[in-house]
Every structure is written in structure tokens, then in C-alpha cells.
């Protein structure tokens, strides 16, 4: 009775550590997939070589660099130092304008295209994403 | 200039109870009286008062715009409609905190009058444990940010209230939310209390699962509510995005569902008592740390946090004082009963309970992580890092088709010892369940083994919980409402997850474009002025791959105070689907960008929320738990 007991608290236990070890285990291995690094154009020149891993850009969008046609919304993203060229079709959301600040997720081309998939709206009061001010460094 | 008067030495005031009112109950609490006492009752009742004072003169001075009041200088304009000027006052730091005070207060108010049948000595603790919360809270307010600041000289103008803001779902959002967070103060402050009282018991459990409802009904709705706001007004036809914001309302929300089940234990054997008072400890600090996250700006970047470090090390002080005072109230009062959970038979109510509790807490740790781990890794290697919906999708769902399992097999045990009863129909139903999902899903031409499977075991606890319905008239029906709400959220946001589609385009004045069958017609603009905003409507045709037509107008409005665009998308609602459009406007160019989408269930998924938040309105009504 008492050794049949201990055994299954033992069990128990056992089965409690291995599934909080396995949890463990699955939530930082998938963390590590699905994590989005964000870069600031700067930095993307910097780059030695391009990654094909989805990657966010931060910055303020140039003055006049919108360039919209019926199927693309094109325009470039500076951090005043460096500056890239982003392609995007898909819907831009509702803060998005010239000398805004702007944060665009998707793929690289290379070191002066990026190919956005998401241009996305922090619901931040500042209206500015933090990402971009500090990659604009404060301004 | 009066009104922010009155409402900044009514805090005082309010703040000067606080310290009467310990002091009134310490007294009470040593000494031979049975009962609590009047006057503590009264104090706390001034007490509540003065807060109520306070938050009306800050309305006041919202709805006549009074800008020598720098709170709303900064958040208000004349030009914006009564409505919004007086939700403005939740809207923002400062009086968002005083909310808080004020449902604080509030809350052991009314615990102190609906307690009466409790044990003095638990009453008074309670008492003095929440008014240890209130006190930070005021000490929060008064020191880092008062919402009755002076301005000098007096701006002619304010500086308006962000546009996003100025929406009847966000107005009302903030105060159903805060009724769930504060509700939990009270759930932590009582079950502190009853750990030093040793009475962590059977009676303390039906006490105190109204509490837990309450603030469970709450915060539901309030998270509804924020989420039907993203829906509509950001413009992205999503309705949960993961998003830090929206992570940190649902994790106490995930501890309390925990800490509803394991009341329900406690209830009814006395059992998992370490269980009930942790989860109310965590619930509360999570609430705390949503609040405190979200209102700092520490979670968007932790640069934020660094422009008002007098705020954040006050946070950051105050909850681990917190912390740090309930693990030593837990680990010095606690004495694990020993009916505690190593006895259950494995086969029983409670322990499905208990893997109920287990599968909840690997949730928390899932969006826990996501949410904490890119500001933990900004703070050590400054790497700026998104965590995005694939890694809570992927780690959520697999888990998802057993714990959906769970909840249409558990509740059909019994206590104690059961037996699996009925082997035949659950089989049954699972296999009507595989069978339909099958079908529905080679229709709809999307083969994923993935989908077949949550489909199948959310079906399963559909069915499961449609014919108890039927079968068991009125014996459960608080959990079984719940529970087919659930299945039912989880059925809407799967099909409408799959059978979602949208078209994006630019498109001029004038244009049509094709797509398929269907077509989008960009009949013209209309321009409209309103008092604090001008907007352009756009006029669509929109004829579907079915060949009905529909007319949709979606806005954008340029407000002027701040000045900012904002797009309103125009949704047709029905009971099977919506059709949303919205438009933007790409500054200085011809093309406006247009997102059409059409949303299956959309009506459902809000509805399941509210049949599960009913399922609570139920169990709060109903006289007895079940038999």
C-alpha cells in the first residue's frame, strides 16, 4: 500500500518535470523560428551578407519617395544616415505617410531593395513606433 | 481651475483614510468585538467618496475643457464631441490610474458590506491588505502622476485626444477591463487574508467565487470589447494580433479561468488550496503588470521606460514589495491540508481540474515568453526582436486539441472516483465529430490533417456540450454554456480563419477591377465637415462571386486636433459573414489603397465570447453549485 503510494507520486512528479522540460524545450526552440529581427537601414548596410530570414525595417518614409501605382505602393526608408528601397503590395494602414515614421516587415532583395509583405500600425499613442525613433536616433 | 482643486485635496483626503482606516482596524481587529466596526465601515465608505469627488472634478474639467489642468491640456480639445470629452478622462495615464483607485476603493466597500457572514478577523485583513494596494496606488498618483496639474499661463487650446481613441467601444473598454483587473485586488488581498486566518475552506470558496466571477465576466468582455476595437478601426480585418497590449490582458484572464475551476474544488472537497492561493497572487500581478506595462510604455520599448524613471522605479518598487509580501504570507501561513491534490483518484473531477490548471499555465508561460522576451533580450544584448502570431500559433493549437478534449470529457466525471460512463456515446460523437469536419473541410478544398483535427475535437465538445444541454435541463448550465461558447469560438475563429479572402488594390476615382467573378466599382468621393474632423467618403459597388451587389462607404477622416488620418472602414454585418472595405489615402497621389475582405462568422466569434461570459453571469445567479 505505502510502496505503491510513493510510487505513483514518484510517477507523477516525474511526469510533471517531463512535460514542463518539454514545454520548455518547445516554446524556445520555436522562439528561436519565429523570432522577427528588426534593422535600421544603417545596419542593413552594414550587413556582409543577406539573410533569407523575415527581417523588419524601421525608419521615416523619405519625403516624396511615394511612388504608387495600381498594383504596388513603392518608397524608400531612411534613417538620415542610409537609405533603402522598399517594394510592397498589400493595404498600407492608416498612419502611414511621407516623414512618418514606418515599420515594414518582409524579405531582403539585397543591400537596396527590400520586398515588404506587412507595413505595419503600432497602436501606440506616440505615433511613433520606438523602434524607429531610436533607429532615427531621437530626432 | 476649482474643480481640479477640490479633486487634488480630495485625494489627499482620500489617501489620509487610508491611514485612518488601518489604524481604525487594527484596533477593531484586537480587540472583543464580534463584528467589524461601524466606523471602519464608515471610513471606508468617506474614503470612497473623496475618490468619487476626485474622478468627477477630473470629468469636470474634461467636459469644460478647463486646459489650466495640464491632464487635460494634454488630452483634450474643445472641438471634440461631450462623449469623448468625458471618456477622455480614462483615456490616458494619469486619469486611467485614478480609475483604478476608484474601483479599488470601491471594491472593498462593497467586499465589506457583502461579507457580513464572514469571520471578523478575515474581514479586517482583507481590509488592511487592500488598503496596503490603495495606498500605493494613491502614493503612485499624487507622486509621479497627478491628473489635477497646474498649467501657467492657461493654453487657449488643448491638444486633443488621439482620433483613435475617440471610439464608443475604446470608451467603454478601459472601465470593463479595470473591473476585471481591480476585481482580482480583491480576490488577492481576501485569499492573503484567509492564509494567515487558516481559512482556506469550503466556506471561504463559496465566498469568494463571486469575486472571481465578477472580475472573470469582467475582464472577458473587456478584452471583447478591445478586441471588436482592433477589428474595426485598425483596419486590418484581424481581430487578435498577439500583440504585447492584448498578450497582457489575457494572461490574468488564463489564471483566473484556472482560479475559477479550482475554487470550484474547493468548494466542493477542500482541496488544491496552494493552488487557489497562488493563482490569486499571480492574477492580481499580472493584472498589475498589465496596467503598469502598458501605461509606462515599458513593453513597446524599454527606452520608454528610461524617460520617467521616477514612474518606473516606483513600479517596479511597488510590485515587488507586493510580491514579495504575499510569497512570505504564502510561505509562512500555508499548511497544505491533507486532502491536497496528491490524493486524487486519477479518474475524477478534480484531477481533470488539475490538468485543466496545467494545460492554462502552459498557455501563460506560451504568451508570457513571447510577450517578456523581447524586451529581456532588448535590455541584455539591446537586438531588437518581434515575437510574431506563427510562434503562439505553433505552440498553442497542437495543445488546443487536447485540452478541447478535456473540457467535453471532464465535467462528465464525478468526484472523488469515476468511471468512464457512456463509453459508447462519446465514442460516438467523436466519430460524428471526425466525420463532419471531414466533410465540411473536403468541400472547402483545404486537406490540412491539422485543421481536421482541432476542427474534429472542437466539434466533438460541441456536440458533447449541445446535448447536455438538452440532457441535464438546468443541473450545470453555468459550465456547460461556458464550455459550448468556447467550442464555438474556437469553431468561428477556425473558419474564419480558412475561409477568409480579401482583394487589395489601388484604385482611382472611377475605376473597376476585376478579380474572379467578382468586382470592385470606385464610384466616387464625397466630402463631409464635422466639428473636429473632415472626411472623405468613398462610394463602392461591389458585386460578389455570388452576383449580389453590396454598397460600401468607408471613410478617412483627417482630424484636426491632432492632426491625423485615420481610416474608417465601412462593414456590412450579417449573421454568416462581413464585408469590410476600407481605404487609405497615400499623401499627394491620385490612388487610394483599398482592402476588401470578406469574413466569415465574424457576429459568431463575438457572439461565443459573450455565451461565455454568460455562462459566468449564470453561475453568479444561481443559487446552488451543483449537486
Redesign the interface.
Known amino acids: 500500500m505505502y510502496g505503491k503510494k510513493v510510487k505513483l507520486?514518484f510517477l507523477?512528479l516525474a511526469l510533471?518535470l517531463l512535460?514542463v522540460i518539454l514545454?520548455?524545450f518547445?516554446?524556445l526552440q520555436?522562439?528561436k523560428?519565429?523570432?522577427?529581427?528588426?534593422?535600421s537601414p544603417s545596419e542593413i548596410k552594414n550587413l556582409i551578407e543577406i539573410d533569407k530570414k523575415k527581417i523588419?525595417v524601421g525608419g521615416m518614409v523619405k519625403k516624396?519617395s511615394?511612388n504608387?501605382?495600381?498594383?504596388?505602393?513603392n518608397f524608400i526608408i531612411t534613417d538620415f544616415k542610409n537609405e533603402i528601397n522598399v517594394i510592397f503590395?498589400?493595404?498600407?494602414?492608416?498612419?502611414?505617410?511621407?516623414g512618418k515614421g514606418v515599420v515594414a516587415e518582409g524579405f531582403l532583395k539585397d543591400k537596396n531593395y527590400f520586398l515588404a509583405t506587412k507595413i505595419l500600425?503600432?497602436?501606440?499613442?506616440?505615433?511613433m513606433?520606438?523602434?524607429v525613433?531610436?533607429a532615427i536616433g531621437d530626432k | 481651475m476649482l474643480a481640479s482643486q477640490i479633486g487634488y485635496y480630495s485625494l489627499v483626503l482620500g489617501l489620509l483614510f487610508s491611514f485612518l482606516l488601518c489604524a481604525a482596524s487594527i484596533k477593531n481587529f484586537n480587540n472583543n468585538n464580534e463584528r467589524v466596526d461601524k466606523n471602519v465601515i464608515t471610513l471606508s465608505l468617506l474614503q470612497l467618496i473623496f475618490v468619487i469627488i476626485s474622478f468627477l472634478s477630473l470629468i469636470l474639467s474634461f467636459v469644460n475643457s478647463d486646459f489650466s489642468n495640464e491632464t487635460v491640456f494634454d488630452n483634450s480639445h474643445t472641438t471634440k464631441p461631450l462623449f469623448y470629452k468625458i471618456t477622455g478622462t480614462w483615456g490616458n495615464h494619469e486619469g486611467s490610474l485614478l480609475l483604478w483607485l476608484l474601483v479599488l476603493t470601491l471594491f472593498i466597500f462593497l467586499f465589506l458590506i457583502k461579507s457580513k457572514h464572514q469571520p471578523k478577523k478575515y474581514r479586517i485583513l482583507t481590509l488592511l491588505f487592500q488598503q496596503i494596494i490603495i495606498i500605493g496606488f494613491f502614493l503612485f498618483v499624487l507622486m509621479t502622476s497627478n491628473p489635477f496639474d497646474y498649467l501657467f499661463p492657461i493654453p487657449a487650446e488643448g491638444l486633443g485626444l488621439?482620433p483613435?481613441?475617440q471610439d464608443p467601444a475604446l470608451a467603454i473598454h478601459p472601465p470593463i477591463l479595470y473591473l476585471g483587473y481591480v476585481g482580482s485586488s480583491i480576490i488577492f488581498s481576501s485569499s492573503l487574508a484567509a492564509v494567515t486566518q487558516g481559512y482556506i475552506t469550503r466556506e471561504w470558496g463559496q465566498h469568494i467565487k463571486k469575486w472571481v466571477l465578477v472580475s472573470w465576466i469582467f475582464l472577458s468582455l473587456g478584452i471583447m470589447l478591445g478586441s471588436i476595437w482592433?477589428y474595426y478601426e485598425?483596419?486590418?480585418g484581424g481581430f487578435w494580433f498577439w500583440?504585447p497590449?492584448e498578450n497582457i490582458s489575457l494572461m490574468p484572464w488564463l489564471t483566473l479561468t484556472a482560479l475559477l475551476h479550482c475554487i470550484l474544488v474547493l468548494e466542493k472537497r477542500e482541496a488544491l488550496t496552494s493552488w487557489v492561493v497562488v493563482l490569486s497572487i499571480t492574477t492580481f500581478t499580472l493584472s498589475m503588470c498589465g496596467t503598469f506595462l502598458i501605461r509606462s510604455?515599458i513593453l513597446?520599448?524599454v527606452?520608454?521606460f528610461a524617460n520617467d524613471p521616477a514612474r518606473g522605479i516606483f513600479i517596479l518598487v511597488f510590485l515587488f514589495v507586493l510580491i514579495f509580501l504575499s510569497l512570505i504570507i504564502f510561505f509562512v501561513f500555508h499548511k497544505e491540508n491533507n486532502k491536497d491534490s496528491?490524493n486524487f483518484f486519477w479518474l475524477s473531477k478534480e484531477t481533470s481540474i488539475l490538468v485543466n490548471n496545467?494545460f492554462m499555465m502552459?498557455f501563460l508561460?506560451?504568451v508570457l515568453?513571447?510577450t517578456v522576451?523581447p524586451v529581456f533580450l532588448d535590455v541584455i544584448s539591446s537586438?531588437?526582436?518581434?515575437?510574431?502570431p506563427?510562434?503562439y500559433h505553433?505552440?498553442i493549437a497542437p495543445f488546443l486539441v487536447l485540452f478541447l478534449l478535456f473540457m467535453a470529457f471532464g465535467p462528465k466525471l464525478r468526484w472523488i472516483k469515476s468511471k468512464i460512463e457512456n463509453k459508447n456515446s462519446l465514442i460516438s460523437f467523436l466519430v460524428i465529430s471526425i466525420a463532419i469536419s471531414l466533410i465540411i473541410l473536403r468541400k472547402l478544398n483545404t486537406d490540412v490533417l491539422f485543421y481536421t483535427v482541432l476542427i474534429s475535437a472542437a466539434f466533438f465538445l460541441f456536440f458533447i456540450s449541445v446535448k447536455e444541454l438538452f440532457v441535464q435541463k438546468f443541473n450545470n448550465i453555468s459550465q456547460v454554456v461556458a464550455h459550448l461558447g468556447f467550442s464555438l469560438l474556437i469553431l468561428t475563429i477556425l473558419f474564419n480563419n480558412i475561409l477568409s479572402s480579401e482583394i487589395?488594390?489601388?484604385?482611382k476615382v472611377g475605376?473597376k477591377y476585376n478579380h474572379n467573378k467578382s468586382e470592385i466599382f470606385f464610384e466616387k468621393i464625397e466630402e463631409k465637415k464635422e466639428s473636429n474632423y473632415n472626411s472623405i467618403v468613398g462610394h463602392f459597388k461591389i458585386i460578389d462571386e455570388d452576383g449580389k451587389t453590396i454598397k460600401l462607404r468607408p471613410e478617412i477622416r483627417i482630424y484636426n486636433q491632432p492632426i491625423?488620418?485615420?481610416?474608417e472602414a465601412d462593414i456590412r454585418t450579417t449573421l454568416l459573414e462581413d464585408k469590410f472595405l476600407?481605404m487609405?489615402l497615400?499623401?499627394?497621389?491620385e490612388?487610394f489603397?483599398?482592402?476588401y475582405q470578406i469574413k466569415p462568422f465574424m457576429l459568431w466569434i463575438w457572439i461565443s465570447v459573450l455565451l461565455i461570459s454568460f455562462g459566468g453571469i449564470i453561475s453568479l445567479f444561481k443559487k446552488k453549485y451543483e449537486k
Open positions: 507520486r507523477f510533471i512535460s514545454s520548455v518547445l516554446i520555436s522562439l523560428d519565429n523570432v522577427v529581427y528588426f534593422q523588419r516624396n511615394i504608387i501605382n495600381s498594383n504596388e505602393v503590395a498589400g493595404a498600407v494602414p492608416n498612419l502611414f505617410a511621407e500600425a503600432k497602436h501606440d499613442e506616440n505615433y513606433p520606438p523602434e525613433k531610436e | 488621439n483613435i481613441l482592433a485598425l483596419g486590418w500583440d497590449v510604455g513597446n520599448s527606452h520608454t496528491n496545467w502552459y508561460s506560451v515568453i513571447g522576451y537586438e531588437k526582436i518581434s515575437v510574431g506563427p510562434f505553433k505552440l487589395i488594390t489601388n484604385m475605376e491625423i488620418i485615420t481610416s476600407v487609405n497615400v499623401k499627394g497621389n490612388y489603397n483599398i482592402r
